[in-house]
Each structure stands twice: as structure tokens, then as C-alpha cells.
């Protein structure tokens, strides 16, 4: 995956990314990424195909700057909930419905986003595995300070977020949340999310 680290001292080249990768995932949501080339974009964005090429090598690099973007806002707003000053118990709840939400919102085309989703899953699955884990710590800090308050009962933080993960995969997997969306067997959101939470209480 591409790393945008290094252009942060760059105003001016981080500007153009952002612009580039914005116009990308307008293309890709409403032509397919298959169906979308870099000369499209740079049509898109009245620039030449070679100014493309100055800060991305290859559609595929686009790509993946525009997969960890998405995992760079998902982690950054599960840090934020993380840290905010409330229960343990209200801070899952919250991390979880904003995770839904956010989920919801790159389903905006099932069809097109779940084709960015597959290519991304088995191209750069060791990035998104790395964001899991990343996650999953974040979890096993909330559920470590609620076993201390007395919120939770006595139980191995890791293991107990690696739980919640899998019970609470469908509201957090753009695949699986696609899927759900029209099953009226699945739980509601609240219900399943209370239902976990009351699991770390026994």
C-alpha cells in the first residue's frame, strides 16, 4: 500500500493527492473500478494523465491510497470514542453505531463499492488485518478500564475484543453489512450491540 507519510511537509503535493484520490472514489462509485481508468480521472480533474503519474505510479496505488485513507478515518474515530469521557459500556456502544454508520455510508452503490471492497480484501489483506488488530486494541483498552471500574466482570481484555469482534462483525463488515441490510432475520443494530455489551457484564 502506498504510503502517504512522507508528503505531510508538502502542502501543495498533499493538496493534489487529496484531490486525486477525491476524484478517484467519485469515478469509482458511479462508473465501477473496473470500468474506471487514471485517464478518466485526470479528464475528471482537467489535468493531463502525466500529472496523475507525478504522485501515483499506477491506478492500483490509487487504490490503495484511497483503502487507507478510509481505514486511517475509520481507526481515528474509534480513537476518538476511545478516549472520550465516559463509561466503557457507552463508549462500545458508541464506537459501534458509528461504525455502522460509517459502514452504511460507503454502501451508498452496493454493487460498485463491493467491488472496491473485494479488490481490496485480496490485494492488501494484510493492511485491512493490520487495521483489525489495531481496532481490536482499542476495544481491549475500553474493556480493560470497564473490568476496573467494576463494569465488566474479571476476564482477559484481548480475548474478550476479539469476541466483540466476531459477535459484532455484521455491523462492521461492508460486505456482511450489505448483506444484512434487507434480511428481516438479522437482530437490529441496538439490539445486538446491547446484547454483546451485557455478554462483557456476566
Request: glycine share 2%; with cysteine; proline share 2%.
Amino acid at each position: 500500500m502506498l504510503d502517504l507519510s512522507d508528503v505531510s511537509a508538502d502542502p501543495a503535493r498533499q493538496e493534489n493527492i487529496a484531490r486525486i484520490l477525491d476524484a478517484a472514489e467519485r469515478l469509482f462509485r458511479h462508473y465501477g473500478y473496473s470500468k474506471t481508468n487514471v485517464a478518466d480521472i485526470a479528464r475528471d480533474l482537467g489535468m493531463s494523465t502525466a500529472n496523475i503519474y507525478r504522485f501515483f505510479g499506477s491506478k492500483i496505488e490509487i487504490h490503495q491510497a484511497l483503502c487507507g485513507r478510509m481505514l486511517t478515518q475509520s481507526y481515528e474515530m474509534a480513537l476518538n470514542i476511545r478516549n472520550q469521557p465516559i463509561s466503557a459500556s457507552e463508549r462500545l456502544r458508541t464506537y459501534l453505531l458509528a461504525q455502522y454508520k460509517m459502514t452504511l455510508e460507503t454502501m451508498l452503490d452496493e454493487r460498485k463499492v463491493h467491488e472496491m471492497v473485494v479488490i481490496a480484501i485480496e490485494r492488501d489483506w494484510h493492511v485491512i488485518e493490520k487495521h483489525i488488530e489495531r481496532i481490536q486494541d482499542l476495544v481491549a483498552e475500553i474493556i480493560a478500564e470497564g473490568i476496573a471500574a467494576g463494569e465488566f466482570v474479571e476476564q482477559d481484555p484481548h480475548v474478550a475484543a476479539k469476541c466483540f469482534a466476531a459477535a459484532t462483525v455484521d455491523l462492521c463488515h461492508p460486505q456482511m453489512v450489505a448483506q444484512c441490510l434487507a434480511k428481516t432475520y438479522q437482530a437490529d443494530p441496538e439490539d445486538l450491540i446491547a446484547f454483546v455489551i451485557r455478554a462483557l457484564k456476566k
